[in-house]
Nanobody
Framework: QVQLVESGGGLVQAGGSLRLSCAAS????????MDWYRQAPGKQRELVAR???????NYADSVKGRFTISRDNAKNTVYLQMNSLEPEDTAVYYC????????????WGQGTQVTVSS
């Protein structure tokens, strides 16, 4: 089993910043891509950012230039730095990891609420 623990959500005013963290634990031989998704009320879950095992990031158009994804392979941790936050960024944010353990394991974090007030 691979467990994910998220932290860093909260309430912030528009224009502010937050940093999310997601730490993976368990029997992990390697981690492939690490992702952040979000789901706003009444909307489908959407991919916000992805970082490959080699460190190449990709972003949804809506967050390009404002969000930065990074990872610390030694700590099995992925981060999402969110700057210039907008009310439209309000959602529950989930990390998602595909890891090689005793087999391939796909895991989701418990979700962390991000609320941006106008």
């Amino acid at each position: 089993q691979v467990q994910l623990v998220e932290s860093g959500g909260g309430l912030v005013q528009a224009g502010g910043s937050l940093r999310l963290s997601c730490a993976a634990s368990g029997i992990i031989f390697s981690i492939n891509a690490m992702d952040w998704y979000r789901q706003a009320p009444g909307k489908q879950r959407e991919l916000v950012a992805r970082i490959t095992s080699g460190g190449t990031p990709n972003y949804a158009d809506s967050v390009k230039g404002r969000f930065t994804i990074s990872r610390d392979n030694a700590k099995n941790t992925v981060y999402l730095q969110m700057n210039s936050l907008e009310p439209e960024d309000t959602a529950v944010y989930y990390c998602h990891v595909v890891a090689t353990s005793w087999g391939i394991r796909e895991s989701w974090g418990q979700g962390t609420q991000v609320t941006v007030s106008s």
